[in-house]
T-cell receptor
Framework: GAVVSQHPSRVICKSGTSVKIECRSL??????MFWYRQFPKKSLMLMAT?????????EQGVEKDKFLINHASLTLSTLTVTSAHPEDSSFYIC???????????FGQGTRLTVV | GDSVTQMEGPVTLSEEAFLTINCTYT??????LFWYVQYPGEGLQLLLK?????DKGSNKGFEATYRKETTSFHLEKGSVQVSDSAVYFC????????????FGQGTRLTINP
């Protein structure tokens, strides 16, 4: 199947700093990418949907100024957690899709710890 | 809004045991239903899916049937293996594609030899 690579897999940062997470589709062009967040013992929650070349669409309750999403090319989307705080510590997962009817392929996730 | 509820884990079974992981959903329309699996250190992988009522998805010995009358999509396997140890997620999407997904909380399955 298609491969989606997410980097880094783990990151620890100090409170107040910003962290960038990359999501790349390695062998296909992703018109749409999705960012999810998973809290401990909870389900994955969709944060935002990004389409290449346009602004991301954020789900209700997600702060767009805190979670900056850029989808500058058909193979790369980035999530930047700005001015991170301990409550932002979580597991972040991206997925990518080639088209509207196709399956979504997931990255391996990024464990963010803010200290 | 749409939601998915799956049985809480962790679930621990012996090899060759029968597996059922329950999943029920709430949706306003006619969603597509999915099971994803996440092996240790890897991303979520699509295990199987069903796009309409009474459809049965199957893969790697796993099966799930889309039951509209009970709003369920339970995952079953007749004889599990150690290699099936993973976290399993039930999910739905409003369209046929798997793009915007609503997930259950995941069920961790451990199979002992």
């Amino acid at each position: 199947g298609a491969v989606v690579s997410q980097h880094p897999s783990r990151v620890i940062c100090k409170s107040g700093t910003s962290v960038k997470i990359e999501c790349r589709s390695l062998d296909f062009q992703a018109t749409t990418m999705f960012w999810y967040r998973q809290f401990p013992k909870k389900s994955l929650m969709l944060m935002a949907t990004s389409n290449e070349g346009s602004k991301a669409t954020y789900e209700q309750g997600v702060e767009k100024d805190k979670f900056l999403i850029n989808h500058a090319s058909l193979t790369l989307s980035t999530l930047t957690v700005t001015s991170a705080h301990p409550e932002d510590s979580s597991f972040y997962i991206c997925s990518a899709s080639q088209d509207a009817l196709g399956s979504a392929f997931f990255g391996q996730g990024t464990r963010l710890t803010v200290v | 809004g749409d939601s998915v509820t799956q049985m809480e884990g962790p679930v621990t079974l012996s090899e060759e045991a029968f597996l059922t992981i329950n999943c029920t959903y709430t949706a306003t329309g006619y969603p597509s239903l999915f099971w994803y699996v996440q092996y240790p250190g890897e991303g979520l992988q699509l295990l199987l899916k069903a796009t309409k009522a009474d459809d049965k998805g199957s893969n790697k010995g796993f099966e799930a049937t889309y039951r509209k009358e009970t709003t369920s999509f339970h995952l079953e396997k007749g004889s599990v293996q150690v290699s099936d140890s993973a976290v399993y997620f039930c999910a739905l999407s409003e369209g046929q594609g798997a793009q915007k997904l609503v997930f259950g909380q995941g069920t961790r399955l451990t199979i002992n030899p």
